[in-house]
């Protein structure tokens, strides 16, 4: 009895760790852009993208160090519309991301990555960093040295 319990705890607490991903149209990420109220980096990635996920761990860490600040922290997937949702969820899963992961469901690049910056060209990882209260917006078009991103943090969220 006592082994049958451990395991459906197991298979419970197995699904409580199961993020949900939103599935979002460009038009919703401008929304999130234009109307945060917190400083927001939002940092676009996919799973197949090596340097996307060498540079999530450092995003995530300094997320958690600038947690005071209120600071969101959100993870824009571009990965393919066959991997939505499931194979997003069980990279995430094993990746253990703790960060707010979205999904964009867009394929043409040429139409939303200039809503996004003029200057992207569809290449990631690429980050954007909103604090509205400041009025500040800057666009970062390569993947963020963990000393850069220290920086980045701090030029987003001080006033």
């Known amino acids: 009895m006592l082994k049958i319990l451990a395991f459906l705890f197991l298979i419970i607490s197995n699904n409580l760790e199961a993020q949900k991903i939103a599935k979002v149209k460009i038009k919703d990420l401008l929304q999130i852009i234009d109307t945060s ?12 993208c090596k340097p996307c996920i060498e540079e999530i761990p450092y995003f ?14 959100i993870l824009v997937n571009l990965d393919f519309p066959e991997d939505y949702p499931k194979h997003i969820q069980n990279f995430v899963k094993k990746e253990k991301y703790k960060s707010k992961i979205i999904w964009l469901d867009e394929t043409d690049a040429d139409y939303f990555c200039p809503l996004i910056d003029s200057s992207w060209n569809g290449a990631i990882p690429v980050t954007i960093m909103i604090n509205n209260k400041k009025n500040y917006r800057k666009f970062y078009n390569s993947k963020i040295s963990p ?13």
Do not use: G, M
């Open 60 to 73: 995530e860490k300094e997320a958690e160090n600038n947690k005071s600040k209120n600071l969101k922290l």
């Open 147 to 159: 000393e850069n991103l220290k920086i980045a943090f701090r030029d987003l969220t001080d006033d």
């Open 37 to 48: 109220t917190n400083p927001t980096v939002l940092n676009f990635w996919a799973s197949w």
